[in-house]
């Protein structure tokens, strides 16, 4: 299963970016689909998530600026992030975790993207 993230870039602080992610292969169903972010000289953390039938989570850091959904037939999550700081400044990762099929069985899968590159900056 292979994740493709897109709609990172520059931004002014206060301004808001819409990041999305599509899932594609051999999907069964996915359980589960997240953003995290990882600025320069600093470790991956946790931003959002969404679970099958669950309530959205997210980190404190993002929470009433950023909103995360999903598009289940589309196996599509988004992140719509509003009043960004120079701090959300990071490389966004999409992460997926579900159920796909492989010569004819189904197996687990967690998966990550490629990262997009978001920058708040004057």
């Known amino acids: 299963v292979q994740l493709q993230a897109s709609g990172g870039g520059l931004v002014q602080p206060g301004g808001s970016l819409r990041l999305s992610c599509a899932a594609s292969?051999?999907?069964?169903?996915?359980?589960?689909m997240g953003w995290y972010r990882q600025a320069p000289g600093k470790q991956r953390e946790f931003v959002a998530a969404i679970i099958s039938g669950g309530t959205p989570t997210y980190a404190d850091i993002v929470k009433g600026r950023f909103a995360i959904s999903r598009d289940s037939p589309k196996n599509t999550v988004y992140l719509q992030m509003n009043n960004l700081k120079p701090e959300d400044t990071a490389v966004y990762y999409c992460?997926?975790?579900?159920?796909?099929?492989?010569?004819?069985?189904?197996?687990?899968?967690?998966?990550w993207g490629q990262g997009t590159l978001v920058t708040v900056s004057s």
């Open positions: 292969g051999s999907i069964v169903s996915i359980n589960d």
């Open positions: 992460n997926a975790g579900g159920v796909y099929r492989s010569s004819g069985s189904t197996l687990s899968f967690g998966s």
